[in-house]
């Protein structure tokens, strides 16, 4: 059983306090949607959750242990993904996905066309990632989900420019991910549509607003 | 470790591959570079008496100021599309994930140097005593540009303009330019370069060790 807290958590930025006093415990199969309006700290927090900034106060914590103190061993349950898409524009799809395996550090064998198919972008390997859509290289950076063994997910605006189809196939691998004993943290401006799951919620407010 | 050999290979050769795909980076600072060196035999006429005097410290300058150009692009697109935040929150060190982008900088940067250099040095009929300084001082020298420009790239990257770069990796690399070009000196007089080729390795282990740290932590603060 994993653990994964927050507490007392405080961020200021530019002498605005984006949130203070946030304390949040999130076990196994945990799934929890960041809301709030633009500019209300939700990137922040997914930011300073996974270790990328440092939080004004507070403390977080991976199965109680300091997530500061024992990094590596905290990073390599993660895995972050922010509004960018994090692939190389010239390499290939599957020379991304070779890298983001290699990163990932999972030993098994994939099959980078299986996982394709799966995303909805079959027989794109061999295709330099600055020939394709918005979309499609959005969900080249999302194959991380399908490669990551990694416990505890942070997704910034995972469904950003994707269509329908492409939502609901990662609405079903977050809830997979989850019925597998996994935590997700997400933010999203769009409905989601996740009916037979319960989804925790914390809304931050502007407190200069 | 294993494990660590091939995470570094992957970034390395990652780097690798992108700098050739990309070529216009790569090829404008070296084009720079080969252009500069030209200018002088230009402008001060052929005696080779004075291009062996001149022309040594000349592809030093030169190198230095191509570095300059070639550091500002090292970090540049990990951090426009994000790559930069899957380096740092990894389950890998970043120490080494950094010094593997080092290492293809200096592959991709100081390697051509060396052999247009050289190249450079039998066009202009340099004498095979400064051909020999030439390539030790910058077969040592070239890394440890790279590695503390490494340090500085990180520094100011996104501080728009690569002058402010120019402004900290020159006045830095000055003990490296002193030590080379005193040693090119020394062996046009044929007197030995030991003690100068000593310093320069001093210098260079000196930061091979510390240069990737500085530039772990650089990128953290720089991200938070």
């Known amino acids: ?209 | 470790m294993l494990e660590y050999i091939n995470i570094f290979y992957v970034i390395f050769k990652r780097d690798l591959t992108l700098t050739f795909r990309e070529k216009t980076d790569f090829i404008n600072s070296l084009a720079f570079f080969i252009i500069i060196v030209l200018l002088f035999p230009l402008t001060f006429g052929s005696k080779s008496e004075l291009l062996n005097t001149i022309i040594p410290g000349i592809i030093w300058i030169s190198a230095l100021l191509a570095t300059c150009l070639s550091l500002e692009t090292i970090f540049r697109s990990d951090f426009e599309d994000g790559s930069i935040e899957q380096l740092v929150l990894n389950r890998y060190p970043l120490i080494l994930l950094v010094s593997a982008k080092i290492l293809a900088h200096w592959i991709t940067f100081g390697i051509p140097i060396i052999v247009i250099s050289l190249t450079l040095g039998v066009i202009l009929s340099l004498s095979n005593e400064i051909m020999m300084a030439l390539f030790i001082t910058l077969i040592l020298g070239t890394p440890i540009l790279s590695l503390l420009g490494s340090v500085m790239a990180v520094l100011t990257m996104g501080l728009h303009g690569s002058m402010l770069l120019s402004i900290l990796i020159l006045p830095l690399s000055m003990p490296v330019l002193i030590f080379s070009t005193i040693a090119i000196q020394n062996a046009s007089l044929g007197l030995p370069i030991v003690a100068e080729t000593y310093f320069l390795a001093g210098i260079l282990i000196l930061a091979i060790t510390l240069a990737p740290i500085a530039a772990a932590s650089a990128l953290r603060i720089r991200l938070s």
């Not at chain 1, 946030?22 to 270790?51: E, F, M, P, R, V």
């Not at chain 1, 942070?154 to 492409?166: C, R, S, T, V, Y």
């Not at chain 1, 319960?198 to 200069?208: K, M």
């Open chain 1, 1 to 209: 059983m994993s653990k994964f807290s927050i507490n007392n958590l405080e961020c200021v930025r530019q002498n605005n306090i984006l949130f203070q006093g946030l304390n949040i415990t999130i076990k196994d199969h945990g799934l929890l949607q960041i809301n709030g309006a633009n500019g209300s700290g939700k990137s922040s927090l997914l930011q300073i959750c996974s270790g990328l900034i440092e939080p004004t106060a507070g403390e977080i914590l991976w199965n109680d242990k300091n997530t500061k103190k024992y990094r590596y061993e905290f990073q390599s349950n993660i895995l972050y993904l922010g509004h960018t898409n994090a692939i190389k524009s010239s390499l290939t799809v599957e020379e991304n996905m070779k890298v983001m395996h290699a990163m990932a550090g999972t030993k098994s064998k994939i099959d980078y066309s299986i996982i394709l198919e799966k995303i909805g972008i079959p027989n794109t390997n061999e295709i330099l990632t600055c020939n394709i859509s918005a979309g499609q290289k959005r969900r080249v950076g999302l194959t991380r989900l399908f490669i990551s063994k990694s416990k505890l997910w942070f997704l910034d605006e995972p469904f950003n420019a994707l269509d329908e189809q492409g939502k609901k196939i990662i609405e079903k691998i977050i809830i997979k991910h989850c019925k597998n004993g996994g935590i997700v943290f997400f933010t999203t401006h769009q409905e989601m549509e996740i009916n037979n799951y319960p989804l925790q919620n914390i809304h931050l407010g502007n407190n200069n607003a």
